[in-house]
Antibody, heavy 120, light 107 residues
Framework: EVQLVESGGGLVKPGGSLRLSCAASGFTFSSYSMNWVRQAPGKGLEWVSSISSSSSYIYYADSVKGRFTISRDNAKNSLYLQMNSLRAEDTAVYYC?????????????WGQGTLVTVSS | DIQMTQSPSSLSASVGDRVTITCQASQDISNYLNWYQQKPGKAPKLLIYDASNLETGVPSRFSGSGSGTDFTFTISSLQPEDIATYYCQQYDNLLLTFGPGTKVDIK
C-alpha cells in the first residue's frame, strides 16, 4: 500500500524558515517524481514544486521561486521542502504527492498534509 | 500561463441526480486534464486522468470527457458519499494548475 506521511509543519514567524519532510513507503520511491501541493485555509489547491526521480529536473511555482527548495533522498525514501523567508500567504496545509506522467502529469497518491502557519 | 475556470462554483443536488461540472482552459491543453475529489478535512483523491480515464478503484458513476479547452466531469447518480469539492487540474509546459473547485452538496 502506497503511503506518504508529511511532517515538520508548525507555527513560524514571518521571515522564518521551516523544513518539511515526507516519508514514502509501499512503492519504489526512486522511480517516481514527487511534488508538494498546498492549500491555504478555506482555499483551493496550489501546486508548489516538483522534483524528478533522480533530482535532475526541479520546478517551482512563481510564488515560491527563490525562497523554497525541494529535494529528495532516494536512499531514505524521503522528500523534503526547505522553506525560507516565509510570508503570511504561505500559511497552508502542505501535501506531498506522487507524480505520474505520460504526456500528461498528475498526482496519483497524496499524504494527509502538514499545516504551516506563518504568523507573528 | 494557462488559467483554469470551473463552473458552477457550488451546487446542490438530490441523491440519484446526474451532476455535471465543467472546466475550461485558457489555451488548448489536448487531453491533459485531470479531476480530483476532496472531502472535508481530507487529502485530494485522483478520480479521472487524461480527461476521460477512470483511476483504478474509482466507481463507474464518475466520468470525464472533453479535449482542447472544454472539459466535463459527470456523476451519473449522486450518492451521499460524493459530498466533496471537485477540482480539475491541467499540465502544460512543466507547469501545473488547478481549477478553483466546485463544491457539491446534497439538497
Amino acid at each position: 500500500e502506497v503511503q506518504l506521511v508529511e511532517s515538520g509543519g508548525g507555527l513560524v514567524k514571518p521571515g522564518g524558515s521551516l523544513r518539511l519532510s515526507c516519508a514514502a513507503s509501499g512503492f519504489t520511491f526512486s522511480s517516481y517524481s514527487m511534488n508538494w501541493v498546498r492549500q491555504a485555509p478555506g482555499k483551493g489547491l496550489e501546486w508548489v514544486s516538483s522534483i524528478s526521480s533522480s533530482s535532475s529536473y526541479i520546478y517551482y511555482a512563481d510564488s515560491v521561486k527563490g525562497r523554497f527548495t525541494i529535494s529528495r533522498d532516494n536512499a531514505k525514501n524521503s522528500l523534503y521542502l526547505q522553506m525560507n523567508s516565509l510570508r503570511a500567504e504561505d500559511t497552508a496545509v502542505y501535501y506531498c504527492a506522487r507524480g505520474r506522467r505520460g504526456g500528461n502529469y498528475y498526482f496519483d497518491y497524496w499524504g494527509q498534509g502538514t499545516l504551516v502557519t506563518v504568523s507573528s | 500561463d494557462i488559467q483554469m475556470t470551473q463552473s458552477p462554483s457550488s451546487l446542490s443536488a438530490s441523491v440519484g441526480d446526474r451532476v455535471t461540472i465543467t472546466c475550461q482552459a485558457s489555451q488548448d491543453i489536448s487531453n491533459y486534464l485531470n479531476w480530483y475529489q476532496q472531502k472535508p478535512g481530507k487529502a485530494p483523491k485522483l478520480l479521472i486522468y487524461d480527461a476521460s480515464n477512470l483511476e483504478t478503484g474509482v466507481p463507474s458513476r464518475f466520468s470525464g470527457s472533453g479535449s482542447g479547452t472544454d472539459f466535463t466531469f459527470t456523476i451519473s447518480s449522486l450518492q451521499p458519499e460524493d459530498i466533496a469539492t471537485y477540482y480539475c487540474q491541467q499540465y502544460d509546459n512543466l507547469l501545473l494548475t488547478f481549477g478553483p473547485g466546485t463544491k457539491v452538496d446534497i439538497k
